[in-house]
T-cell receptor
Framework: NAGVMQNPRHLVRRRGQEARLRCSPM?????VYWYRQLPEEGLKFMVY????????ESGMPKERFSAEFPKEGPSILRIQQVVRGDSAAYFC?????????????FGPGTRLTVL | AQSVTQLDSQVPVFEEAPVELRCNYS??????LFWYVQYPNQGLQLLLK??????LVKGINGFEAEFNKSQTSFHLRKPSVHISDTAEYFC???????????FGTGTQLKVEL
């Protein structure tokens, strides 16, 4: 059973370009979470999605950031008009749909560098 | 709102020595608590978790942690560390439906010969 997959692992963008980060959850998992890790900091929650629904986006910046988890295909975190402050590691986690607490399994992350 | 505090940003320790990484949380409701390990340029791996029941939790790689409600702490311990334990360790908490994790800022454990 493959783990959570993220691609690309490294992404370089110039200021003003768009960044698309992909996350394929573990087989059987229907919940996806995105976290951002800025240099020298812990992970910060961004958004929680289930198939075709955004459940909690309380950690998403109000502008330029969006996320989706379509019925088919991976979850996408999209950052429009990137700025240097967007440089960070972005981690995706997935969890199964059952249980009082749904343990989250993390992917290897996408390291975004904005030049 | 809950918060997680890891007071030690770096902990150097010699191989085969014991180690304790400290974690305190603040929450007015019941919490689920976790320790994750992150090796360089990799994702997070779950070491152990406390959901309920016994306050002493054993995890992988010989690590254990103790949930102390009165002190709102969840310190991570290992009686004898190995070079391969060098990594960043994150404490995290979840409440309610457990839909999102709140992380501490991490502790860099550096094991030296």
């Amino acid at each position: 059973n493959a783990g959570v997959m993220q691609n690309p692992r490294h992404l370089v963008r110039r200021r003003g370009q768009e960044a698309r980060l992909r996350c394929s959850p573990m087989k059987g998992h229907s919940h996806v979470y995105w976290y951002r890790q800025l240099p020298e900091e812990g992970l910060k929650f961004m958004v929680y999605l289930q198939k075709e629904n955004i459940i909690d986006e309380s950690g998403m910046p109000k502008e330029r950031f969006s996320a989706e988890f379509p019925k088919e295909g991976p979850s996408i975190l999209r950052i429009q008009q990137v700025v240097r402050g967007d440089s960070a590691a972005y981690f995706c986690a997935s969890s199964p749909p059952t249980g009082a607490y749904n343990e989250q399994f993390f992917g290897p992350g996408t390291r975004l560098t904005v030049l | 709102a809950q918060s997680v505090t890891q007071l030690d940003s770096q902990v150097p320790v010699f191989e085969e020595a014991p180690v304790e990484l400290r974690c305190n949380y603040s929450s007015s409701v019941s919490v689920y608590l976790f320790w994750y390990v992150q090796y360089p340029n990799q994702g997070l791996q779950l070491l152990l978790k406390y959901l309920s029941g016994s306050t002493l939790v054993k995890g992988i790689n010989g690590f254990e942690a103790e949930f102390n409600k009165s002190q709102t702490s969840f310190h991570l311990r290992k009686p004898s560390v190995h070079i391969s334990d060098t990594a960043e360790y994150f404490c995290a908490a979840a409440t309610g439906g457990g839909n999102k994790l709140t992380f501490g800022t991490g502790t860099q454990l550096k094991v030296e010969l």
